[in-house]
């Protein structure tokens, strides 16, 4: 076996040209976690905005990817940790863009045998967010939500599971095929906040079906639509940044409406949660693949994922980048 392994590095944050192959040592295991050959990853948009360095994702020099897919081949100890040895297995970790990766047992899910290494690369970072909106959703006296960002990955597969739980969906987006895009699988309530009155539309809907909670993607001015939406005593949830924007909530929302803004992170969920209910979560979303795959819009190696990143940041929408992890 090699004493190094291809891996994506960053030696500063700031810019994707920062991007480049180096080799490098595999390291020692501590004990409860375990060295995963990886298979696949993808790009997700917490990705670059590490890279950018707009995410908390630790101090460069760093090798990027937080997602991916792979086999156990080294265990560092403990019982867990030696329970995946040679297992396929998704799983979160930091440095997912490379060859090998070493991720905390706790982050590490086997996969069932009838999903794929390519399935199994995007099997945790919207769909486990996914499962964490609909907890949030299910707390409410309505079971229906509104969303920005509707024709993202993550949305649609938040739609798509949200049908087969009978919760009502209203979902916006900036353009007509974007719209048309969500009827196409079943979306019922599509608003294209690009038209003139659009956001009275969404409300009479969402007063109708009663929402009182909203998912936010964007940040900005969208934060603020989101809670003129929903109803009294209603809740956005901030969990992107793709406006580059601070969010805006004003006093009329927050005092008069005793409306509230909140932040949600997959990552702090994953810190507080026992692995047996992260593992339930994992089953239960392998077993919901047919709504919570992920359509990649091409695949690449790791020395054409600087290429395929920037065009991703021009588009991500039905853009979704598989990585390869093999260096071409």
């Given at each position: 076996?090699?004493?190094?392994?291809s891996?994506?590095?960053?030696?500063?944050?700031?810019?994707?040209?920062e991007?480049?192959?180096?080799?490098?040592?595999?390291?020692?295991?501590?004990?409860?976690?375990v060295?995963?050959?990886?298979?696949?990853?993808?790009?997700?948009?917490?990705d670059?905005l590490?890279i950018?360095?707009?995410?908390?994702g630790g101090?460069?020099?760093?090798?990027?990817?937080?997602?991916?897919?792979?086999?156990?081949?080294?265990?560092?100890?403990?019982s867990?940790?030696?329970?995946?040895?040679?297992?396929?297995?998704?799983?979160?970790?930091?440095?997912?863009?490379?060859?090998?990766?070493?991720?905390?047992?706790?982050?590490?899910?086997?996969l069932?045998?009838?999903?794929?290494?390519?399935?199994?690369?995007?099997?945790?970072?919207?769909?486990?967010?996914?499962?964490?909106?609909?907890?949030?959703?299910?707390?409410?006296?309505?079971?229906a939500?509104?969303?920005?960002?509707?024709?993202?990955?993550?949305?649609?597969?938040?739609?798509?599971?949200?049908?087969?739980?009978?919760?009502?969906?209203?979902?916006?987006?900036?353009?007509?095929?974007?719209?048309?895009?969500?009827?196409?699988?079943?979306?019922e309530?599509?608003?294209?906040?690009?038209?003139?009155g659009?956001?009275?539309?969404a409300?009479?809907i969402?007063?109708?079906?009663g929402?009182?909670?909203?998912?936010?993607?964007?940040?900005?001015?969208?934060?603020?639509?989101l809670?003129?939406?929903?109803?009294?005593?209603?809740?956005?949830?901030?969990?992107g940044?793709?406006?580059?924007?601070?969010c805006?909530?004003?006093p009329?929302?927050?005092?008069?409406q005793?409306?509230?803004?909140?932040?949600?992170?997959?990552?702090?969920?994953?810190?507080?949660?026992?692995?047996?209910?992260?593992?339930?979560?994992?089953?239960?979303?392998?077993?919901?693949i047919?709504?919570?795959?992920?359509?990649?819009?091409?695949?690449v190696?790791?020395?054409?994922?600087k290429?395929?990143?920037?065009?991703?940041?021009?588009?991500?929408?039905?853009?979704?980048?598989?990585?390869?992890?093999?260096?071409e």
């Amino acid at each position: 076996m090699s004493t190094t392994f291809s891996a994506l590095r960053i030696n500063h944050k700031g810019s994707i040209e920062e991007l480049h192959i180096e080799q490098l040592p595999f390291p020692e295991l501590q004990e409860g976690f375990v060295l995963i050959k990886v298979e696949c990853s993808t790009i997700n948009p917490s990705d670059y905005l590490n890279i950018l360095g707009h995410y908390p994702g630790g101090d460069a020099p760093l090798t990027p990817g937080f997602e991916g897919s792979g086999t156990v081949t080294k265990s560092g100890g403990g019982s867990l940790a030696d329970s995946l040895l040679n297992k396929r297995v998704t799983f979160i970790a930091s440095g997912t863009w490379a060859e090998y990766t070493v991720a905390s047992a706790t982050s590490v899910f086997p996969l069932l045998d009838s999903i794929t290494f390519e399935q199994g690369a995007s099997l945790n970072i919207n769909p486990l967010t996914v499962a964490l909106f609909i907890e949030k959703v299910k707390l409410r006296p309505s079971k229906a939500f509104v969303q920005n960002a509707g024709a993202s990955a993550l949305a649609k597969q938040f739609i798509r599971w949200s049908q087969r739980l009978g919760i009502t969906s209203i979902n916006l987006v900036r353009r007509q095929e974007q719209v048309d895009l969500l009827k196409s699988f079943g979306a019922e309530y599509v608003f294209n906040t690009s038209e003139d009155g659009w956001k009275n539309k969404a409300k009479e809907i969402a007063t109708q079906f009663g929402v009182t909670v909203g998912f936010d993607a964007i940040g900005g001015k969208d934060t603020q639509d989101l809670a003129d939406i929903i109803g009294y005593k209603g809740v956005v949830y901030n969990y992107g940044l793709l406006s580059g924007k601070s969010c805006e909530m004003g006093p009329a929302s927050l005092q008069f409406q005793d409306k509230r803004l909140k932040g949600l992170w997959l990552s702090a969920w994953f810190k507080v949660t026992d692995y047996e209910k992260k593992l339930e979560a994992s089953m239960s979303v392998q077993q919901n693949i047919d709504v919570l795959g992920t359509e990649y819009g091409h695949t690449v190696s790791l020395g054409n994922v600087k290429t395929a990143l920037a065009s991703y940041l021009q588009n991500a929408t039905n853009n979704k980048v598989l990585i390869r992890t093999i260096v071409e």
